[in-house]
């Protein structure tokens, strides 16, 4: 079974900090995804990777960049928080023979910015 | 601009079978459906998918119209647990892609 993990399930930041929010998946997936929920706005794609050091801008990268050093490993930094990133973070892997949408998903960090 | 409709909401008993119906009419000849769920404060939970053929897994069995326009999830022995908001979506299978949720159908299992 896929395993993905993230670093947080619950964090408080303050405005204008600098935030890691981190996700490692254990099934050697090529690709892996940072995504947020918001009530009413549904699931929304930030940035993906499909490779080490490949990235990807999704719908909403404003505000946020991220790394990719290991396959295993896809961070998302938020460079000054803002109180408008608190927020259900989501990361998804595929790859493998996994098809495009078979996605596989940490158990999320809820960011509240304050 | 939506590309399945589901029911808003269901209800169903524990120990009974969970049918959730799931429209799709303008699906292409090589889009597949997806069937997802998420519980309360979890992540999404990927359960199944297909092109034309029924299909069977552990967790669940998917039917497909012979036209492809509407399929059906179907939770065989539904537990409390299963009590979550479902989604179809439908889409190629190549490469990696953005998962976009419609509204779901939530779905509550009553004991």
């Known amino acids: 079974d896929v395993k993905v993990t993230q670093s947080s399930r619950y964090l408080v930041k303050r405005t204008g900090e600098k935030v890691f929010l981190e996700c490692v998946q254990d099934?050697?997936?090529?690709?892996m995804f940072w995504y947020r929920q918001d009530p009413g706005l549904g699931l929304r794609l930030i940035y993906f990777?499909?490779?080490?050091?490949?990235?990807e801008k999704g719908d909403i990268p404003e505000g946020y960049s991220v790394s990719r050093e290991k396959k295993e490993r896809f961070s998302l930094i938020l460079e000054s928080a803002s109180t408008n990133q608190t927020s259900m973070y989501l990361c998804?892997?595929?790859?493998?023979?996994?098809?495009?949408?078979?996605?596989?998903f940490g158990p999320g960090t809820r960011l509240t910015v304050t | 601009d939506a590309k399945t409709t589901q029911p808003p909401s269901m209800d169903c008993a524990e120990g009974r079978a969970a049918n959730l119906p799931c429209n799709h009419s303008?699906?292409?000849?090589?889009?597949?459906v997806y069937w997802y769920r998420q519980i309360h404060s979890q992540g999404p939970q990927y359960i199944i998918h297909?092109?034309?053929n029924n299909e069977t897994n552990e967790m669940a069995s998917l039917i497909i119209t012979e036209d492809r326009k509407s399929s059906t999830l179907i939770l065989p022995h539904a537990t409390l647990r299963d009590t979550a908001v479902y989604y179809c979506?439908?889409?190629?299978?190549?490469?990696?892609?953005?998962?976009?949720f419609g509204q779901g159908t939530r779905l509550t299992i009553n004991p």
């Open positions: 998804a892997t595929t790859g493998g023979h996994k098809t495009a949408y078979e996605q596989y």
């Open positions: 099934m050697d997936h090529e690709n």
């Open positions: 990777s499909y490779d080490v050091k490949m990235k």
């Open positions: 303008t699906i292409s000849g090589n889009e597949y």
């Open positions: 297909g092109l034309k």
């Open positions: 979506i439908v889409g190629i299978i190549q490469g990696a892609q953005k998962l976009v």
